[in-house]
């Protein structure tokens, strides 16, 4: 695995190597296309995420997919992490701080972008964290759609976009409703309520609230973390005049959290997040446009003590400032080009006890050094969507990012869609991207010894530069009748991946030696990422349906030679629907297979790899009583199979009711 996910293959513990991966669910079937028994397995979802402007899935050159939330409610998906289960392309991995690691055609899970409604989220700063909390840190009793977009989309977004983009939109404020939400799994409850008003004049609110409680899994001496989340929000939206509105948001994240790290340490995460901000958006007889700002703020602490007196062994502390300003303004400057012209300001300020800095802070007698950071980007963008003629559509865009600390990134993407015939298209796309380096990354200072006799060293590096990106992807897709089918190579180049080198000593002692790991941030690994996405359906009739998925990959290390870890070289998948709108019946059977999955073992002093397979076998099935109760039963790797190297620790069940009043 690039990146210091490699880093953390071959220098962890075995328990480590247990939950650092969970089978990859790309292959769970979308519903979208088949639902309610439809005769057609061809959809006409728009989307707004792959060009910034609406567009059928049909006509858009991107690799898109939309997650709808009759697709979340068939699932029963109680988080982020279990709705992307329906998506082609997206591997999902469990880590041990309950988080997923989530990448996009064997990127990494840093080189892809969240956004919520199109804003950015990311609140962790470290190649270790980045990305792998936020799949659980969304109230999935708020989301109406998500899209995915696979491929680089640096040209319109910047920054992280290499891989692809998952956009999370929530609903907007409803009709004068109150909905309860209850979810029971193995794993955690969920007990949700959300609030909608109605239209109160001008204006109209929604309010929502949700408390997680995630169970303790593991041995008297280590487990994962575990404890409770709150989430509450609050959105409204104003009718300013005829298509001109005015929509404000208050976000609020509250988590508190524990780990039993050995059988003498337990560590305790204390987190606070709250986002802000108000967007004013409209259309006219030339197009549609947006002006946002939008501001967040995240508080994390963590404390480290000793299991048997309390006492302080260690402590983190972290704040993170973010304050973005954004528009957009598209416009139909000729009978067959669609402009779009867009612009970004965004300031970023950091404070750790893990970056340089002259400060101290101490905590129980205990003293931490204190460094910050900030940054501050401007970006610029512009794309043409071209109808060359009614059969072929060509979109070219082209971004320009500045920041005070990495310098200027320019970054292009050219996409078409050629319609062979009625059913049958062809698509591509050719674009660059890039990933700038962190604070962490650039001025990380941090000492810890996870382990008696080792003592590790991480360190930034301020010069480093930013990843980069060379993407293209080729497909054909067609429908006949109640067939679907579609085919699509896909090609990563990556340079200057930014990886953590590591150098080991022995430091003089009685035995066993001590070790002291030293590890520094370094531009230094590049790698090449291919492969071939396959997806295939069919409308059975009577309310089947069935749906196959294969994904070939071919990940590799430029500069040794060898297979990435982390990434399996055969993911398939084989699934079975049935749908029953008039009684109210939903029911999904699925079948999962990862073959050719690398990872790292320690054998001693050496590190072997190995390849890992496993077959799940899945169902869940739901039940509409009427407009007001539904209640959903599901089951995870029914066999209850079990896998060290993917961290695959048995049968889930999971069951839930949704109420609405």
């Known amino acids: 695995m690039i990146g210091v996910e490699k880093m953390s293959h071959k220098h962890t513990q075995r328990k480590i190597l247990l939950t650092a991966a969970v089978l990859s669910a790309i292959s769970v079937p979308a519903y979208a296309a088949v639902r309610d028994g439809g005769a057609s397995v061809v959809t006409d979802e728009v989307v707004v995420t792959a060009s910034r402007t609406e567009q059928e899935i049909k006509e858009t050159p991107s690799a898109v997919e939309v997650i709808t939330r009759a697709d979340i409610d068939k699932m029963g998906a109680e988080n982020l992490a279990q709705a992307l289960k329906l998506a082609l392309g997206i591997d999902l991995q469990e880590n041990t701080m309950v988080g997923n690691r989530s990448a996009i055609r064997g990127m990494n899970t840093n080189q892809t972008l969240i956004l919520i409604d199109g804003r950015r989220v990311r609140t962790e700063n470290t190649s270790e964290t980045m990305n792998y909390y936020e799949l659980q840190r969304v109230n999935m009793d708020d989301v109406e759609r998500i899209e995915i977009v696979r491929g680089a989309v640096s040209s319109l977004y910047g920054s992280e976009a290499l891989g692809g983009v998952i956009n999370v939109i929530r609903k907007r404020p409803a009709e004068a409703q109150t909905s309860v939400t209850l979810d029971w799994t193995t794993r955690q409850n969920n007990e949700g309520l959300r609030l909608d008003s109605g239209k109160v004049g001008k204006w109209a609110f929604s309010t929502s609230f949700k408390r997680t409680d995630v169970r303790e899994r593991g041995t008297d001496a280590v487990s994962n973390i575990y404890g409770k989340k709150y989430f509450f929000n609050i959105d409204g939206r104003m009718d300013v005049a005829r298509d001109k509105w005015l929509d404000v948001f208050f976000d609020y994240l509250k988590e508190n959290l524990d780990m039993k790290d050995s059988a003498t340490q337990k560590t305790s995460y204390d987190h606070d997040r709250f986002s802000t901000g108000v967007k004013y958006s409209g259309r006219d007889s030339r197009g549609d446009y947006e002006m946002q700002v939008y501001y967040t703020f995240f508080d994390k602490n963590q404390r480290t003590r000793n299991r048997a007196n309390g006492s302080l062994h260690s402590f983190d502390d972290m704040t993170y400032n973010s304050l973005i300003f954004d528009g957009r303004r598209s416009m139909q400057i000729a009978k067959d080009h669609l402009l779009t012209v867009g612009g970004e300001y965004r300031k970023e300020d950091y404070e750790s006890t893990r970056i340089k800095g002259s400060k101290t802070t101490t905590l129980e007698g205990v003293t ?30 082209v971004r320009w990012d500045h920041s005070d600390v990495f310098g200027s990134e320019v970054t292009g993407k050219l996409g078409t869609t050629y319609k062979i015939n009625k059913g049958l298209r062809f698509k591509a796309n050719v674009g660059s991207a890039y990933r700038a380096p962190t604070a962490s990354e650039l001025y990380f200072d941090w000492r810890h010894t996870p382990a008696r006799k080792i003592n590790v060293h991480i360190v930034g590096n301020p010069d480093l530069k930013p990843e980069k990106a060379l993407n293209f992807d080729l497909g054909i897709e067609g429908e006949r009748g109640k067939t679907f089918g579609k085919l699509t190579y896909f090609h990563n180049k990556v340079e200057d991946l930014i990886n953590v080198n590591v150098v080991n000593t022995v430091i003089p002692g009685p035995p066993p030696p001590t070790i002291l790991s030293t590890g520094t941030y370094q531009n230094i690994d590049s790698a090449t990422i291919q492969g071939v996405e396959l997806e295939a359906k069919q409308d059975l009739g009577s309310g089947f349906a069935l749906r196959g998925l294969y994904t070939y990959l071919d990940a590799q290390d430029d500069k040794t030679n060898t297979r990435l870890t982390g990434r399996a070289r055969h ?44 077959a799940l076998t899945n169902l869940v099935v739901t039940k509409k009583f009427n407009d007001q109760f539904s209640a959903y039963l599901g089951v995870d790797n029914i066999f209850d199979k079990e896998s060290d190297a993917l961290a695959y620790d048995g049968r889930i069940w999971r069951g839930g009711v949704r109420m609405t009043f």
């Open 368 to 397: 931490n050094q204190l460094g910050d950071s900030s940054m501050n980007l401007a970006a610029l963008y512009v794309q043409d969507e071209w109808l060359v003629s009614p059969r072929w559509t060509v979109i070219p865009s």
């Open 571 to 614: 993911k398939a998948s084989l699934q079975l629907s049935y749908d029953d709108p008039r009684h109210g019946w939903n029911a999904t059977l699925w079948q999962d297979w990862t073959a050719g999955y690398r990872y790292a073992e320690q054998v001693g002093r050496r590190t072997v790899y190995k390849d890992a397979a496993l």
